[in-house]
């Protein structure tokens, strides 16, 4: 810390009026207009007017004789001593500063997260894949102890092994001593003479992987699938992170699926809805009949159980909704247009009133779904 004492040329117990004094015979003797423009003459007169700064201000006297510089950016501690060092001094590394001893070289590697596209029958009934993943493996030249073979880490001289140094700074409570993280070992407490050359000292190398694993039924976009231990391996041969598969399902050419069910749309005549069918369609389970009773109506729907996707984890399957959708003919001939009109007046419909109904929420939720996107 500057010595604003020995530049103004004064005792420390110097008066006041003695500190005046000083730097008014200074200030003209190293006044620009006295001492000219001599590069040395005018930084000393700075100094002169810093010093002077300080010790002509009670308060900032007082700071500075209990080891702060007040004229220092932020009125810090002299000899670079902060709060910081405060802190590391009463509380050690639960302040910020070093550890209590060496740092561990071995580390926890990192997760991965890797995405795993699935087709809708894969979802629904569950698969096995094998999956590659690019990740860190353990070196297998030095196996994992970063060192070339036939050698060994070696105990920092710089700090005996502890992987920190103390120092000792001046603060305004007197001399006090400092933990900080050994710069030639960088805490670890020990160095590497002779580091493996294939990994350069990591311990640890890229490799591709292929893994298995077994995706259970009923995922679906998003979820997640962890393979434990099977990520990265850490430095210097430290503990694998874990690989994350993030599931996203392809759309389907047909099904729409909602949850754990499954909604599809059958297009029947209007024939075969009046007078009621079995019409065989193809489900994820293969073909399976549906049964439309006489009189089957537009938008009903007919609930197949159990053909839908399998529950995440627990027994049991989603349902099938078959929504009907009844086809009106066009006639292709007079000959069909005559059976119409004669269907028409057999149920008295030559000129039929149309008759308001409550609106279906089945529209609106249509509506809403195409709104939507889905």
Do not use: W
Not at 194 to 205: Q, S
């Amino acid at each position: 810390m500057t010595d604003y004492y020995e530049i103004l040329g004064v005792p420390r117990d110097a008066t006041p009026e003695q500190i005046k004094k000083a730097y008014r015979r200074l200030a003209r003797e190293l006044h620009p207009d006295v001492a000219g423009t001599d590069p040395a003459s005018e930084e000393r007169f700075k100094g002169v007017s810093r010093a002077y700064d300080v010790l002509g201000n009670a308060e900032k006297r007082r700071a500075y004789d209990m080891g702060a510089d007040p004229s220092s950016p932020g009125g810090g501690m002299g000899g670079g001593f902060g709060f910081q060092d405060i802190f590391e001094t009463f509380f050690g590394a639960a302040a910020g500063g070093a550890p209590r001893g060496p740092v561990p070289r071995a580390r926890r590697g990192q997760d991965a997260l890797v995405r795993l596209d699935l087709d809708l029958a894969e979802a629904a009934f569950g698969v096995h894949r094998e999956v590659q993943v690019d990740t860190a493996v353990l070196c297998p030249t030095c196996g994992g102890t970063c060192c070339r073979p036939g050698t060994s880490p070696r105990t920092c001289e710089a700090c005996g092994g502890r992987g920190s140094v103390q120092r000792v700074a001046r603060s305004f409570l007197g001399q006090v001593m400092t933990t900080q993280p050994c710069a030639a070992c960088h805490g670890f407490g020990t160095v590497i003479p002779e580091p493996c050359t294939e990994c350069a000292g990591e311990g640890r190398v890229r490799s591709r992987r292929t893994l298995s694993v077994d995706v259970p039924a009923g995922v679906d976009t998003g979820t997640r699938i962890k393979l434990t231990g099977q990520g990265e391996v850490g430095p210097a041969g430290g503990p694998a992170g874990d690989v994350y598969l993030e599931v996203r399902e392809r759309k389907h050419e047909t099904f729409v699926r909602r949850g754990d069910d499954l909604h599809a749309t059958l297009q029947v005549p209007m024939t075969a809805a009046a007078l009621g069918t079995v019409l065989t369609m193809e489900t994820l389970d293969g073909p399976q009949e549906v049964d439309l009773r006489p009189g089957t109506q537009p938008g009903q729907v007919v609930t197949l159980r159990g053909l839908g996707i399998g529950h995440l984890h627990v027994g049991g399957r989603g349902d099938l909704h078959v929504h009907v959708e009844v086809l009106v003919p066009t006639p292709e001939d007079e000959e069909q247009a005559e059976l119409l009109r004669r269907l028409a007046a057999l149920r008295g419909e030559e000129r039929p009133e149309g008759r308001l109904s409550a609106a279906n929420p089945g529209m609106f939720a249509k509506l809403r779904d195409k709104l939507a996107g889905r």
